[in-house]
Nanobody, 118 residues
């Protein structure tokens, strides 16, 4: 059983920074793509960032490019999302997901709430 557990969310003022972590257990994540998604109140879940198995091929949503950085430490089975210059529009529940090769994303965490105050 694969489990993804996000942490690092919280309340931050606009312009501030947070780093989210996603710990993967039950199956090594080192051969699989990992991603971050978010869902704001009243909106659908949207893609934020993805990173390849070895840490390359990072891609970002246009709305976060230049402000967010995705990274991974395969030795720790952990993926990170460094979020800088946060805006109130970044307020959302952030979810980690793992792509083990099936259609779509195979596993999801339960999310961590990020609230950005103006």
């Amino acid at each position: 059983q694969v489990q993804l557990v996000e942490s690092g969310g919280g309340l931050v003022q606009a312009g501030g920074s947070l780093r989210l972590s996603c710990a993967v257990s039950g199956r090594t994540s080192s051969r699989y793509a990992m991603g971050w998604f978010r869902q704001a109140p009243g909106k659908e879940r949207e893609f934020v960032a993805v990173i390849g198995p070895t840490g390359g091929n990072a891609n970002y949503a246009e709305s976060v490019k230049g402000r967010f950085t995705i990274s991974r430490d395969n030795a720790k089975n952990t993926v990170y999302l460094q979020m800088n210059s946060l805006k109130p529009d970044d307020t959302a529940v952030y979810y980690c997901a793992a792509d083990y090769g099936g259609p779509g994303w195979d596993y999801w965490g339960k999310g961590t709430l990020v609230t950005v105050s103006s």
